[in-house]
Every structure is written in structure tokens, then in C-alpha cells.
């Protein structure tokens, strides 16, 4: 089902909405050599869409932990990595799988909900805006644990219970993705992002999260991808939160890992990513650059020193030491100005103009004639 332009428009202009809004995955797609998005996109498990008329946030968010733990540090073992709707590997109606070969570059698209442009709602968080983790398994658990798997999995796929590997692993604040709003940054980027506006994010940038199937995947099965977006509030900055605060979010979803590579997609990078292309559908090319095939886990060693960490407590002595609450960069480096809280900004609806920095004159907005069509 398309859109009727006026939910788009309704969308697009409800910026107030967006400000208090988290961030799921929306969509997946397969990156072809060049650096283009190609073939039908693919969606989380359970997804609603935002067009759907049941749809709100909530509909797609999982917070852990839950507003509901007093304790706003604690994460427990019994905690679950992904939302009620999201435990079974079951698509919805209208929003079905990604199709892809083992070893495609793979696309994951999420909204920035202000997160990224519009910093100083939100004291205390990371300068990149929180960390964003992939994890991969091909025997993923009904009822899967977070502490089993975040921060435990990792790359070579000996981390924890062995099930899975840890593909990906980067800034939330992709470098490019931003809303429009009046706030500097969505100014800036609007200039030096400029795209035309589609149906799908309006005259929004979508951040992207790329990675790369195994190229070992086995064909035929269901490959399960766990995004986890680690945001944590630092501790001493929010006098609400004096300790900080653990702010975790999660989206899981599967792929179809197909049993024909004759499309020969994303398995070659000899062309590179093409410089001037539409950023409607284009990788990020310096995450895209730099993907690496990350072997699949045999889910058979387990590593005496790594522990199923659903028998560690979580046990946060200071929050800086706290892998939850790492900031580190490891694999991608995006180029980008963070903005750290800035005081001096007022913020109120879907105003958001820094005191003293004009908005920039002659910022190339789109005109709505231009997307309604
Ligand atoms: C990249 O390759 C795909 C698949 O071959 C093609 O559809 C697309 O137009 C190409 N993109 C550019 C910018 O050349
Ligand atoms: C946005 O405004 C803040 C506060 O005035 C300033 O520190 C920052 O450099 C500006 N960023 C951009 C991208 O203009
Ligand atoms: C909250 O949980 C953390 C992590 O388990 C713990 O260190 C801290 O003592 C708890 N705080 C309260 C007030 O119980």
C-alpha cells in the first residue's frame, strides 16, 4: 500500500513528534557493488509501518531497560533482546524479508528522530550519539537474552555461547542522516546532504547502518540480524539521572539467504562506491569501504573464559568502564562535527535555533510540490 501523500505531509511536518521519538530499523537493502541500493527492500520481524493505521512508536520501539525498572542501570540476565513481536522469525503482511546472496553489503536504514541533529534535547549522551552493534546467527533463540549476546558475541564468533557474531559496529550518527528541522546541524547537513524528497523519508535523511552478510551464510535458511543501539546517559551530567542511565534499544530482524548467486550483487566490490550518486539510495562510503566478512559462528566452541553472561550480574561499578556505555569507535570512521550539549540553545517545539547562529540564508528546502507529486 502507497502512502497517501497527505500522511507523508503529515509526517514530515510533525517534527514535535519527532523529537520525542526512538529509532527502530526501518529497512534493509541490498547494496550492489556500486554503492546503490538495489532490489525490494526487506523489513524487521513483526514490522508496522509507519503508514499502517495502528501504527505508533511504541509500535516498533523496545527500550531496554524498561521505564517500568526503577533502577534505570539495570539490566538483568532475564532481560530479553528483542520486543514480544519481534521473538518469532515472522514478517507482517506488506513488509516482507530482505532477499540476499551470502556475502551481500547489506543496508540498514533508521530515522534520526533528532537524536543526531537536534543533541542538547537529551544532556549527557555520547558524542556520537550512541553506538550501533549488528549481531548475526544462524541459530537464533525464542526468548534470546540481551546480556547473552551484547557485548558478549564477537567478531570471530567465540564470544559467549559461540551462537553468533558480532558483524558490525558503529556511530548512530552515520555522518550524513538528519530531519529536517531549524536546529544548525540539520542546516548544515541539508546543504551538504541535498537529495531530492521520495515518499519514503520525505525530505529526511535516513542514517544507515552497512554491513556485510558472511559470505559463508548458508544458502536457503534464514540468517537472524540483531541491531542493538546502545545510548547510554552519562553519569554527573542529568541531575535526573546523578548515576546515569542505560538506554538501550533493539531491533531484530532475518534475512533469506538465497540459494542462487547468479545475481553475483554485492559479492564483488571491484567497482567501489560511485561518487555523486542519489543519496536517496546510496551506502554510507565509508562504512561501505570498509565491511569485512566476518566468519559464520559454529554455535559448537565455547570458550571456557566466556561465560554465558546470564549467569554475571550486571554489575556497573562507574559508568566510564561500563561496556554498555562505551563511546569507542572502532571499525568506521564517518566524518562528521558532533555537537555535545550545548547549552545555550533553546529548544521548544520544533524550534530549535542556537542564540546568536543565524539560520544559514538560501538553505536549498525542498518544496512540498516537489514530493507530493
Ligand atoms: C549501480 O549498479 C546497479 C546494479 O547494477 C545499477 O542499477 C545502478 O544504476 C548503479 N548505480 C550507479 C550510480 O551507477
Ligand atoms: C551549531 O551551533 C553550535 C552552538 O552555537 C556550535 O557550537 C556548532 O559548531 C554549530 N554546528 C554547526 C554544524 O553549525
Ligand atoms: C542499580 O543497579 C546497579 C547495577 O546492578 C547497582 O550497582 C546499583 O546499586 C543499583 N542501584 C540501586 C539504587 O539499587
Redesign the pocket.
Known amino acids: 500500500m502507497r502512502p497517501k501523500p497527505f500522511q507523508v505531509f503529515f509526517l514530515l511536518l510533525s517534527c514535535a513528534k519527532d523529537i520525542n521519538a526512538h529509532t527502530w530499523v526501518e529497512q534493509l537493502s541490498v547494496i550492489a557493488p556500486n554503492g546503490t541500493f538495489v532490489g525490494a527492500p526487506g523489513y524487521p520481524r513483526g514490522n508496522v509501518l509507519r503508514t499502517a493505521s495502528d501504527f505508533s512508536d511504541t509500535t516498533m520501539t523496545f527500550l531496554i531497560p524498561p521505564s517500568s525498572r526503577a ?1 534505570v ?2 539490566v538483568l540476565p532475564s532481560d530479553k533482546l528483542c520486543k514480544d513481536t519481534q521473538q518469532e522469525r515472522t514478517q507482517t503482511a506488506g513488509s516482507p524479508r530482505l532477499q540476499a546472496n551470502a556475502g551481500d553489503a547489506v543496508a540498514l536504514r533508521y530515522q534520526e528522530n533528532g537524536h543526531v541533529t537536534l543533541p542538547w534535547n537529551q544532556p549527557g549522551k555520547p558524542a556520537n550519539r550512541g553506538t550501533v552493534y549488528v549481531y548475526g546467527t544462524t541459530k537464533p533463540k525464542v526468548g534470546e537474552k540481551i546480556l547473552d549476546v551484547h557485548g558478549v558475541w564477537n567478531s570471530d564468533g567465540t564470544g559467549g555461547d559461540g551462537r553468533g557474531v558480532l558483524l558490525s559496529k558503529q556511530n548512530f550518527d552515520d555522518g550524513r542522516c538528519y530531519q529536517i528541522n531549524s536546529g544548525n546541524i540539520s542546516q548544515a547537513r541539508q546543504q551538504e546532504y541535498p537529495h531530492q524528497a521520495n515518499q519514503l523519508m520525505g525530505a529526511d535523511m535516513w542514517c544507515q547502518q552497512d554491513i556485510k552478510l558472511p559470505s559463508t551464510a548458508p544458502t536457503s535458511k534464514l540468517y537472524t540480524l540483531y541491531w542493538v543501539w546502545d545510548w547510554p546517559t552519562l553519569p554527573g551530567v542529568d541531575p535526573t539521572y546523578p548515576h546515569g542511565k542505560t538506554e538501550i534499544y533493539t531491533t531484530c530482524m532475518d534475512v533469506d539467504v538465497m540459494a542462487s548467486t547468479s545475481q553475483k550483487i554485492g559479492n564483488t566490490r571491484e567497482e567501489g562506491y560511485v561518487t555523486g550518486q542519489d543519496l536517496n539510495k546510496a551506502a554510507i562510503p565509508s562504512e561501505f569501504d570498509n565491511l569485512d566478512d566476518v566468519p559464520v559462528a559454529t554455535g559448537t566452541t565455547v570458550h571456557p573464559s566466556s561465560q554465558p553472561s546470564s549467569a554475571i550480574p ?3 561499578e562507574s559508568a566510564s568502564t561500563l561496556y554498555l556505555t562505551s563511546t569507542e569507535v572502532v571499525r568506521v570512521i564517518t566524518v562528521t562535527a558532533w555537537k555535545t550539549t550545548e547549552k545555550t540553545v533553546t529548544v521548544g517545539g520544533c524550534e530549535a535555533i542556537p542564540t546568536g547562529t543565524p539560520i544559514p540564508r538560501g538553505s536549498k528546502r525542498l518544496k512540498r510540490k516537489d514530493w507530493m507529486a
Open positions: 533502577n542501570t539495570l550486571y554489575a556497573p
